[in-house]
């Protein structure tokens, strides 16, 4: 950390300068909202910073750089980020490219509803800031390629209460008056911060009055913010309520304070034009309801339950296909030439759809689906493959084994990680014969191939929850090197779900709250009412793509039908979905709460049918369509990067 970082904002030179020199900050001032002419009356700009671009791939030709503004109005500070137009001689990809850059426009948000600014002041490298919200989620960091991070910083506490955090000194806390927690979500230890866009929206023109407009909703918001506070002040000293979550398998602690915490979100809904569903369809009986509560208590909580405007039983002509047995050894031969090649992958991937695969061609098939193996190569090619990546398998390995210990007392990263990785190992699928026991080989070669994939991708490292990821492909393979490549591959996919910044859970998140507006717009208006529009609910189903929700074949059956990308590469998010309106019935009519909803869902595992819910996430996936696709973001997991498909093939483009 930086020697600046460990002092007080005050202490920062250009905010001391801007106190000293407070004519000349007045004079700037002025002149900026002199270079507005079409300000709405009582708006000011009072900070305006060009070339600040966000990330949303780890590849710089893809940076998308725009202009962050802090606007005042009256006693009110908003802040807005526009990106740039993208030039480009062709029209459609000019069209195409502004959608694209419109999903990450922030329009005027108060900083009413901004909880805390992390800033990151990297040695080596550009500063950036992480703006969190009251809600728990951050927007993607801002990368200050033109500096200004401390001029932004002294600009907000002029006209706000900003004070760094006594727990962190990389974080200013944003009207903490009573400071009653001094945490945000990232002292709360939830892997990373997940960060929120503001979705496809008309950005904000200075010509325009959105700041007037909205003023009296935010006015309105600024009410909510009190009582919020007043919600927390009562919490500060109950013991209950001090939660720390040290891993993923305690997220079912994250009650009601948490739900507090990260209410507010998503609740700018937009319409989606794809109304004429909620008039196609009666109401649909719910399904296997899990907690039978006596008939009294039924009748006394029985309430009416809005219709679901996609009713499964009636969507005939768009219907999920039956499911198949799975694939076996002769028909699979009938997919490959002479040489092994795959003749017609897409053949392929409709049938493992469809069916899956038997186990004894799981080693085979699934290194073709996460594109280990290109689909085109032969069986000489692939066995010359399988020699080349064990070869680089140990020389990545043997970089770690050769950390002598005294070595390792100066490398705390190494040991905190291989800590991490030896705590989880012995408690990840402890239940199965192939990991039961002690001084189970199987469970050292998860510890080993996991360690190596800490050294392998050593900017992401090693989170919880990897385990579980890893486990079901060391079952498959049965080999260390082709597991840890396999994983490797898969991790292309998921890898931004363990970000820092957590940037692949929230367009996740997203997504799936525009996929049940779209939907089942009455289920999501219930979760918008009763404070979850956050669908942190989901989060363990989307983080381990929904590894504790099934059983282990159950679980494997249902990955290697994702993995075919045959409908779409984001069915996981349609399946979320299905099972939702499953228990639709049962959420809406029992007035499920965030608290209830939570421990109902984690309820859910071992219980869910999946067949059932292939078979509608499958017609949910037809019935959104284009529609559906337009409310995903570019690069939400598990999209793969561009260019790939073929393990070999080498991404050309410069890697920050």
Not at 562 to 584: D, G, P, Q
């Amino acid at each position: 950390m930086q020697e600046t970082e460990l002092h007080d904002l005050s202490d920062d030179a250009d905010y001391a300068a801007s106190q000293q020199q407070g004519s000349s900050s007045m004079m700037r001032t002025d002149s900026i909202k002199r270079s507005s002419s079409n300000e709405p009356d009582g708006a000011e700009i009072i900070y305006s910073k060009d070339n600040v671009a966000i990330h949303p791939t780890q590849f710089v030709s893809e940076r998308i750089s725009g202009r962050l503004k802090l606007i005042k109005q009256g006693s009110s500070l908003f802040m807005t980020w526009l990106p740039y137009k993208e030039e480009n001689s062709n029209a459609k990809q000019i069209e195409k490219a502004y959608v694209d850059r419109n999903l990450y426009t922030i329009k005027a948000v108060p900083f009413t509803e901004v909880r805390s600014i992390r800033r990151h002041a990297p040695p080596l490298g550009w500063q950036y800031v992480i703006i969190v919200l009251s809600s728990g989620l951050a927007f993607p960091p801002f990368y200050f390629y033109n500096g200004g991070v401390r001029q932004f910083l002294a600009t907000i506490k002029q006209h706000v209460f900003l004070v760094r955090s006594a727990e962190d000194a990389s974080v200013f806390l944003v009207n903490d008056f009573e400071n009653p927690l001094q945490r945000t979500f990232s002292s709360l230890e939830l892997p990373r911060l997940v960060s929120v866009a503001s979705g496809p929206s008309t950005p904000i023109s200075v010509g325009e009055s959105p700041l007037k407009e909205n003023q009296e909703r935010i006015n309105g918001y600024e009410t909510t913010i009190s009582q919020y506070n007043g919600r927390q002040r009562q919490k500060v000293h109950d013991p209950a309520r001090d939660i720390s979550i040290q891993v993923l398998e305690k997220f079912s602690l994250v009650t009601k304070f948490a739900r507090d915490t990260t209410s507010q979100l998503f609740r700018d809904g937009h319409s989606n034009g794809f109304g004429a569903f909620e008039k196609m369809f009666d109401s649909q009986p719910a399904q296997d309801d899990l907690h039978k509560a006596s008939n009294d208590a039924e009748k006394v909580n029985e309430i009416a339950v809005a219709s679901d405007p996609l009713e499964f039983d009636k969507l005939s002509l768009v219907w999920g296909k039956p499911r198949q047995p799975p694939l076996g050894s002769e028909e699979w031969a009938t997919f490959l030439d002479n040489e092994g090649r795959v003749m017609d992958s897409e053949a392929l991937r409709k049938r493992i759809f469809y069916g899956g695969v038997e186990h004894g061609l799981r080693r085979e098939v699934w290194g073709l689906l996460l594109g280990y193996y290109a689909y085109d190569s032969t069986y000489a090619e692939r066995e010359y493959l399988r020699t080349i990546k064990k070869s680089e398998y140990e020389t990545i390995k043997h970089q770690w084994q050769s950390i002598s210990p005294e070595q390792a007392r100066r490398f705390t990263k190494f040991r905190e990680r291989k800590g991490l990785i030896d705590k989880d190992v012995v408690r990840t699928d402890r239940t199965l014969d192939f990991y039961d026991g002690d001084d189970n080989p199987n469970v050292n070669l998860l510890r080993d191939t996991l360690l190596t994939y800490s050294f392998y991708n050593f900017d992401l490292g090693y989170c919880q929850g990897m385990s579980d990821l890893m486990s079901p492909i060391l079952f498959v393979m049965e080999d260390e090197s082709e597991s840890f490549w396999c994983f490797v591959q898969l991790m292309e996919r998921l890898g931004p779900n363990f970000n820092r910044d957590q940037s692949g859970m929230h367009s996740q998140l997203f997504a799936l709250s525009k996929l049940v507006e779209l939907l089942d717009s009455p289920l999501h208006n219930y979760f918008k009412q009763n404070d979850c529009l956050n669908y942190f609910f989901c989060f363990r189903w989307l983080l381990i793509q929904f590894k504790r929700e099934f059983e282990y074949e159950e679980t494997m059956r249902l990955w290697e039908v994702l993995w075919t990308h045959y409908l779409s590469e984001h069915l996981h998010l349609y399946v979320c979905v299905a099972v939702l309106k499953r228990y639709r019935r049962k959420i809406m009519g029992e007035q499920m709460d965030f608290d209830t909803l939570l421990k109902f869902i984690n309820e859910l595992s071992g219980q869910i049918n999946l067949d059932a819910i292939l078979r509608d996430a499958e017609a949910l996936c037809i019935c959104a369509g284009e529609n559906g696709a337009a409310n995903i973001p570019p690069g939400t997991p598990p999209s793969l990067p561009i260019d790939s498909g073929l393990f070999y093939s080498q991404q050309e483009d410069e890697v920050l």
